[in-house]
């Protein structure tokens, strides 16, 4: 049995460092906007050729209070995980789909595999 569950992990590790290897962007900065609570949320997104390096939450609508916790923790959660399979912030979760939607648009024009972003966690 630890055998197996040994071989399991390595594989996993494997199919997780060939993943994260296989992500590339078009190094450089895009802006983009998604539709939050009280209209877009704008962000600009800094990558490398590798990583998303830089999320910065531009102008937007959102509630002061309630958007905060969303607009503080989710471009740090993305930043630290390289991924779009972040958790939604209880209470602004409008606020915080916006974000990954504009996230999901900038890594599109820098030519990253969206898709693969909301499968990595």
């Given at each position: 049995m630890k055998k197996i569950f040994s071989t399991v992990?390595?594989?996993l590790l494997?199919?997780?460092?060939?993943?994260?290897?296989?992500?590339?962007y078009k190094a450089g900065t895009y802006t983009a906007a998604a539709k939050g609570m009280n209209g877009d949320v704008n962000v600009t997104v800094t990558?490398?050729?590798?990583?998303i390096k830089k999320i910065e939450i531009g102008k937007h609508g959102e509630t002061p209070g309630i958007s905060d916790a969303a607009i503080k923790k989710m471009p740090e959660q993305i930043l630290k995980t390289q991924s779009l399979a972040v958790d939604t912030v209880s209470g602004a979760t409008l606020t915080s789909n916006a974000i990954l939607g504009a996230v999901a648009s900038a890594?599109?024009?820098a030519?990253?595999?969206v898709n693969a972003l909301k499968a990595k966690k």
């Open positions: 992990l390595v594989v494997a199919m997780s460092l060939f993943a994260a290897a296989k992500m590339s990558f490398s050729k590798t990583a890594v599109e024009q030519g990253g595999d």
